[in-house]
C-alpha cells in the first residue's frame, strides 16, 4: 500500500471495520480491537497513527510492531490469522498496516485477570461479547436449518417484542418466568433461525424481530 493510500484511508475516519492506533505501548487494549474484527467483518489497523486520523508515524516502528505480534501470538486463541506491511515515512517513522479477514474459527478469545473474554465491532468501537454472542457466532459459521416450535414461551416471546420493540434476556426470563439460561438458548436459537436479530451493546444486549430496528 503507498502512503498516498494510507492517508486516504485514514481520512474516512474510524468506523466498523478501521482503526487507529498511535503506538502499541499498551498490547492488550489493541488485541481487542483485533479480535473485534475477527470475530466480526474483518478490518484494518493502522498503527501510527493519531485518533484524529493524522498519518504522524511512529518511532522505531519495527519494535512497536514486534511488541504487537508478539502479544497476538501469545494472547489470542485459538490463532488468528493476519497480515501487515510497514511504510517508512522518514528515516526514524513509519507506520504499520495489520489486516484481519473475518476468521473462520470465530470467535477468539483473549484471557485477562483469570477470565476467557472476547470482543465484537459495533460502528467504531470493539465491546465485550457476551454468551449470547459467543453462541450466535460459533454456531453461524456452519449455517443449518434451525427448527422449532412456537410453544407458550416464544407466543409470550413475540408478544413482548411487539408492545416494547425489543427484548432482553433478563426481561424475557422475567416476563416468561423461565430461567435465564433457557431464555438465553431461545433467543440464540431464534437468532440462528434468522427470526431474531441480535444487538450487541456495553451494558446488556437487546434483540428485536429481524429487520427491525
Known sequence: ???SEVKRLASRGEGLSLEFKKKAAHPEKIIREIIA?????????LLGVDDDGTVSGQKFIQDEVYVLEKAIEEEIRPKIEFSREIIEITEKKGIAIFEIPQSPNRPHFLYEEGKRKSYVRVEDRSIQASKEVWEVIK????PRDVVFTYREKEETL??????HGKITVKEYSRIARIPKFLASRTLVRLTLASVLELHPQESEDFFTLKGED
Open 158 to 163: 413475540m408478544k413482548a417484542i411487539e408492545e
Open 37 to 45: 474484527f475477527a470475530n466480526t467483518s474483518g478490518g484494518t489497523l
Open 1 to 3: 500500500m503507498l502512503l
Open 139 to 142: 454456531k453461524s459459521r456452519q
